[in-house]
């Protein structure tokens, strides 16, 4: 039996057991329910004998399909499918994303090419790098006056620093042979930069990027809680607001997937590029 089976048989396993003690606590809650407070059985829409206030795992199975069923339906500014509401923040992110990409790799490269560069801007990157990206959100709000323009705002803030610290790490990190090597065959500096140094850290440069996109889905969602409007952040927050459990637990399934669906597309092209090496 392969590796990859076994692992995968084993996956099956702790999922059905989680989901087994999952539905055990669940039954242990709706037993002592009778001694829960009313007012607090109330607010969570439950009744304060019977019944438990947490959903159990087939319930939240039969959200998730229903969502699945019908993820694009639009009855309203509150009321719109999943599968519209992960459009957004998809869009969100790819957006500031791609323009944090166009940013941080060219001025990455060329502050790793230059020893005198880098030290100089390094005490700014050690300053900026660790504010929280929800810091820079009522500036954006402030200056951008747009929560969505604001949202892409944060997510390009965000998603700088690890491609920016990588593309400098990579490039820096090109093996001097290799340079002598270019400037022995009088190799101009473009090409060097083209033919050279770009090969030699790409694979760097790519798991900055896979890093990147992980944080920025994360921080898509917090964002999204604070400002509103549509997407998935936003949903969970709403669900929250009209106290339906089942619908969070089954939006943080779907933020869950589409963060391992990300981080995987960004995977391959790093062993892509590693392969090509």
């Known amino acids: 039996m392969s590796t990859n089976l076994r692992a995968a048989m084993l996956s099956v396993v702790l999922f059905c057991a989680f989901c087994f003690a999952w539905q055990l606590w669940v039954g242990a809650q709706?037993?002592?329910?009778?001694?829960?407070?009313?007012?607090?059985?109330?607010?969570?829409?439950?009744?304060?004998?019977?019944?438990?206030?947490?959903?159990?795992?087939l319930d939240v199975g039969k959200a998730i399909w229903a969502h699945i069923a019908n993820p694009f339906y639009d009855k309203g500014p509150n009321d719109k499918g999943i599968g519209i509401q992960l459009a957004y923040s998809i869009?969100?992110?790819?957006?500031?994303?791609?323009?944090?990409?166009?940013?941080?790799?060219?001025?990455?490269?060329?502050?790793?090419?230059s020893e005198v560069f880098r030290k100089a801007v390094d005490p700014f990157v050690q300053i900026l790098k660790p504010v929280s990206p929800l810091a820079w959100m009522p500036l954006a709000l402030y200056t951008i006056k747009d929560s969505g323009a604001s949202s892409i705002f944060v997510i390009f803030i965000c998603s700088?620093?690890?491609?920016?610290?990588?593309?400098?790490?990579?490039?820096?990190?090109?093996?001097?042979?290799?340079?002598?090597?270019?400037?022995?065959?009088?190799?101009?500096?473009?090409?060097?930069?083209?033919?050279?140094?770009?090969?030699?850290?790409?694979?760097?440069?790519?798991?900055?990027?896979?890093?990147?996109?992980?944080?920025?889905?994360?921080?898509?969602?917090?964002?999204?809680?604070?400002?509103?409007?549509?997407?998935i952040g936003y949903y969970v927050?709403?669900?929250?607001?009209?106290?339906?459990?089942?619908?969070?637990?089954?939006?943080?399934?779907?933020?869950?997937?589409?963060?391992?669906?990300?981080?995987?597309?960004?995977?391959?092209?790093?062993?892509?590029?590693?392969y090509a090496e």
């Open 30 to 57: 709706s037993g002592v329910a009778g001694d829960v407070d009313p007012e607090y059985a109330a607010l969570l829409g439950q009744q304060a004998k019977g019944g438990s206030a947490v959903p159990g795992p």
């Open 160 to 231: 700088i620093w690890p491609m920016l610290i990588n593309t400098v790490f990579g490039v820096a990190g090109v093996r001097k042979e290799w340079l002598n090597v270019a400037r022995t065959l009088e190799v101009s500096n473009v090409q060097m930069a083209w033919r050279v140094i770009l090969p030699a850290a790409a694979p760097t440069i790519f798991t900055g990027m896979r890093i990147s996109i992980g944080i920025a889905w994360l921080v898509i969602v917090a964002a999204e809680m604070l400002v509103g409007g549509t997407g």
């Open 91 to 113: 869009l969100r992110v790819m957006m500031g994303f791609l323009l944090a990409a166009a940013v941080a790799i060219p001025i990455g490269f060329f502050i790793g090419m």
């Open 237 to 274: 927050w709403n669900e929250w607001n009209n106290l339906s459990i089942t619908g969070v637990i089954s939006a943080i399934f779907f933020i869950g997937v589409i963060g391992m669906l990300l981080d995987f597309i960004l995977a391959r092209l790093v062993r892509l590029v590693e």
